[in-house]
């Protein structure tokens, strides 16, 4: 499911609310969670799952199209654990 898919399946079920609203407020949501994230906080929604930030530490890798050594930076990455409640839905 996209972005837009999301928009409008919210305004289908909401028909009180307008598009462009259902879009200002999934947007307003997902730049919440990814500013909180770039703080290094933890996004936790109940029942469906947490955002948190994973640091990688700097590494030598390998260039797979000449075998040659390079050097990897320290970096943070998105995580996500799913919600027992989730994970309940999916597997039945």
Known sequence: MTKSEL??????????LYQRDV?????SIFDEI???LSRGDRVELRGFGAFS????????GRNPRTGASVAVAEKA????????????????
């Open 23 to 27: 879009e200002r407020i999934v947007t």
């Open 7 to 16: 928009i409008a399946q919210i305004a289908t079920r909401n028909p009180h």
């Open 34 to 36: 990814s500013k909180a």
């Open 53 to 60: 930030v994973k640091h990688r530490d700097s590494r030598v």
């Open 77 to 92: 990455v998105p995580y996500f654990k799913t919600g027992k409640q989730l994970r309940d839905m999916m597997n039945g």
